[in-house]
């Protein structure tokens, strides 16, 4: 099954994709990921893409449309795999259309005003990716599942979550209708617990299967 996890920056896209993946195993394909990989590694396409990143923007769709085009085309993805951050643009879901076939978009819809503190008191694992939030940490400061340090991201500020957020309406959220109008929107409330959001959306799958 190809399946899209689509949502505001802090919805729980990530959140959700790392359940998903324990379940159903899924390989997990995050372009957030991707970058901040080759941010650390210094290449080319991290040079680049921070100079978006770090503002808040998106990094253009022809150099994200290639990174997932190559991603999806390997082995591990045949039987499927699990879009998260991607498209995040019309242009980049006419893209992925040309060189696909989508299952299911699972579509995490929260209410703006949450969003701000998700996203600045976000704690990500160095070492696994697994994501927390200061307010359920209790003072921890490393991973519970592989005992890694716990980071924030640079993109987690005040000024540049603003950004993130008026990006994904202009330019994502209109992903919705695109899919809507396809008939593979599945909406999910992710204003609820992320162990609320993950039943609702196993059954889905349950069901699809
Ligand atoms: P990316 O890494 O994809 O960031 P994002 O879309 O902004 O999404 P986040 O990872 O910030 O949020 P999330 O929805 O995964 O939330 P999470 O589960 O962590 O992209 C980063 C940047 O890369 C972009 O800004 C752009 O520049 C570039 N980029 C990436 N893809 C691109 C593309 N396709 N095209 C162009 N540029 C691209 O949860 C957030 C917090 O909330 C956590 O603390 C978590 O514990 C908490 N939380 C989660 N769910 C719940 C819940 N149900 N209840 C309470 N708390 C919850």
Not at 32 to 38: A, L, M, P, T, V
Not at 56 to 63: A, R, T
Not at 67 to 95: H, W
């Amino acid at each position: 099954m190809n399946i899209i996890l689509l949502g505001a920056p802090g919805a729980g896209k990530g959140t959700e994709a790392s359940k998903i993946v324990d379940t159903y195993k899924l390989p997990h394909i995050s372009t957030g990921d991707i970058f901040r990989e080759n941010i650390k590694n210094q290449t080319p396409i991290g040079l680049l893409a921070k100079s978006y990143i770090d503002k808040g923007l998106l990094v253009p769709d022809e150099v994200t449309c290639k990174i997932v085009e190559e991603r999806i085309s390997r082995e591990d993805c045949k039987n499927g795999y699990m879009l998260d951050g991607f498209p995040r643009t019309i242009a980049q879901a006419e893209a992925l259309d040309k060189i696909t076939k989508i299952d299911l978009v699972i579509n995490i819809d929260v209410d703006f005003s949450l969003l701000l503190d998700r996203l600045c008191g976000r704690r990500v694992c160095k070492d696994c990716g697994e994501t927390y939030h200061l307010k359920r940490l209790n003072g921890e400061t490393k991973c519970a599942r592989c005992g890694g340090e716990l980071y924030q991201r640079k993109d987690d500020n005040p000024e540049t979550v603003q950004s993130r957020l008026s990006v994904y309406n202009d330019q994502t959220a209109p992903l919705i209708e695109y899919y809507t109008n396809k008939g593979v929107i599945f909406n999910v409330d992710g204003s609820t617990t992320p162990e609320a959001v993950h039943e609702l959306v196993s059954a889905k799958l349950d069901s699809m299967k």
